[in-house]
């Protein structure tokens, strides 16, 4: 069955980056687009960006264009998600979801920015 | 970038029927928007209803379906239980100088 798994929880301080990863298994890796969406406490969701682990084409939202890094690691089937430059306001939950429907998400990765 | 706007909130009576609306500030929502509408509970990751405005995946009730709607994409629910009471996200495409998506900021759907 499909699924994506993503990493724990991690707790930064501002200035710094954070790395989420999200592994993938069920199905073919390189058949789907891998989307970024965050969600701060209480808020909406957020389109972050998208990565084609086919090509290692990348396209993001413009407020995160210098400092998002979408990559994919093919031998493990993996997607990840670096955001640098942490803020306060960086604190929210990470999710990955799988493009074409977008049936399959991960279960998210709360990232807190604190000093 | 485009501003995708929701309801705030609405109110449906169990049984009834309840359309939810996304609209974009660049103009009307086509098809060619590809309009999705998620379903979010309190501590659940977003659950996928719609995709390319009316497809249904094998998880959304019959009850829901999507649509396009006076220039907006639409989400109707009929006969609305108590367990659709949840936020409701619409996510749309768009193009400027590059393609992006944008979510609107959701709907609280209460059934009451």
């Known amino acids: 069955q499909v699924q994506l798994v993503q990493s724990g929880a991690e707790v930064k301080k501002p200035g710094a980056s954070v790395k989420v990863s999200c592994k993938a298994s069920?199905?073919?890796?390189?058949?789907?687009?891998m989307h970024w969406v965050r969600q701060a406490p209480g808020q909406g969701l957020e389109w972050m960006g998208w990565?084609?682990?086919?090509?290692?084409?990348?396209n993001c939202a413009h407020k995160f264009q210098g400092r998002v890094t979408m990559t994919w690691d093919m031998s493990i089937s993996t997607a990840y998600m670096e955001l640098t430059r942490l803020r306060s306001d960086d604190t929210a939950v990470y999710y990955c979801?799988?493009?074409?429907?977008?049936?399959?998400w991960g279960q998210g990765t709360l990232v807190t920015v604190s000093s | 970038q485009a501003v995708v706007t929701q309801e705030p909130s609405l109110t449906v009576s169990p049984g009834g029927t309840v359309t939810l609306t996304c609209g974009s500030s660049?103009?009307?929502?086509?098809?060619?928007?590809?309009p999705y509408w998620f379903q979010q509970k309190p501590g659940q990751a977003p659950r996928t209803l719609i995709y390319?405005?009316?497809n249904k995946h094998s998880w959304t009730p019959a009850r829901f379906s999507g649509s396009l709607l006076g220039g907006k994409a639409a989400l109707t629910l009929s006969g609305a239980q108590p367990e659709d009471e949840a936020e409701y996200y619409c996510?749309?495409?768009?193009?400027?100088?590059?393609?992006?998506?944008?979510f609107g900021g959701g709907t609280k759907l209460t059934v009451l």
């Open positions: 990565i084609n682990p086919n090509s290692g084409g990348t």
């Open positions: 660049t103009g009307a929502v086509t098809s060619g928007h590809y």
């Open positions: 390319d405005t009316s």
């Open positions: 979801a799988r493009d074409k429907g977008w049936d399959y």
């Open positions: 069920g199905y073919t890796f390189t058949g789907y687009y």
């Open positions: 996510f749309i495409y768009s193009y400027s100088v590059a393609s992006y998506w944008v």
